[in-house]
């Protein structure tokens, strides 16, 4: 599998070789929603809460007598029925939304999201990207002279000018190969890569 190898215009200067296991894969759909939901659920956090008909404030006086009225037998006020009643199965802040996926399939899932992407175009490799200093201004007219709008870069090292200079930028993040997540891989319109990365990646997800 070759891959382009983009210079400092955004232009193709050359073909990279990469691995068939983690760039030449068949796209597999249904795995890689799978673990593009998985993701999603797994940074959920259970903090919403309900009240149960226990919980809601109410009287407990009976609302109208039993019968003679034409309505519905009615007990109390906080009957789920009612409009202001408690809930009849509420959430609860310890509720747990995880789903597991197994590390195989995490992998050939993450494998086939890059195998897409060299397909599609979306994904090309630089030789490095580093910035003399943490200005994001640099960056950003980096970027700009590469027509780049928005765009995750994997790179082998992020330092703390990188990182500096890129945490301020709408529709860029940069992050190393093990930070690297299927929402965002699907997320952003171009995926730049170095060449340090590709061996790392090769490690993760081969």
Same mark, same amino acid.
């Given at each position: 599998?070759?891959l ?20 030449g ?13 998985? %993701?999603?659920?797994? /940074? +959920?956090? @259970?903090?919403? #809460?309900?009240? *149960?008909?226990?919980m =809601?404030?109410?009287?407990?006086? !009976? ?22 009643g ?7 802040p310890?509720?747990?939304f ?15 999201? %890059?195998?897409?992407? /060299? +397909?599609? @175009?979306?994904l #090309?490799?630089? *030789?490095?990207?580093? =910035?003399?200093?943490?200005?994001? !201004? ?19 090292e ?16 940069v992050?190393?190969?093990?930070y ?15 060449? @340090? ?9 081969a």
């Open positions: 599998m070759q382009e190898l983009l210079n400092e215009q955004g232009q193709a200067a050359s073909k990279i070789d990469a691995p068939e296991t983690v760039f894969r068949e796209y597999n759909e249904a795995l890689v929603h799978q673990i593009v939901v998985a %993701f999603q659920a797994n /940074a +959920r956090q @259970g903090t919403r #809460a309900q009240k *149960d008909r226990e =809601v404030k109410h009287s407990t006086k !009976k609302p109208f007598r039993q019968k003679g009225t034409g309505r519905a037998r009615a007990g109390m006020t906080s009957s789920p029925l009612w409009r202001g408690g809930r009849i199965f509420p959430n609860s310890d509720e747990n995880t789903q597991k996926i197994n590390k195989k399939m995490y992998r050939a899932g993450m494998a086939s999201i %890059f195998s897409q992407l /060299a +397909r599609d @175009g979306r #090309a490799v630089v *030789d490095s990207l580093k =910035v003399d200093s943490p200005k994001t !201004k640099q960056l950003a007219a980096r970027f700009k002279a590469m027509n780049l709008e928005s765009v995750l870069v994997i790179a082998d992020v330092d703390e000018n990188l990182y500096l200079a890129s945490r301020n930028l709408q529709n860029v993040l992050v190393e190969p093990r690297a997540d299927p929402v965002s891989l699907v997320h952003y319109k171009k995926v730049l890569v170095t060449k @340090g990365a590709i061996e790392k990646l090769k490690e993760m997800f």
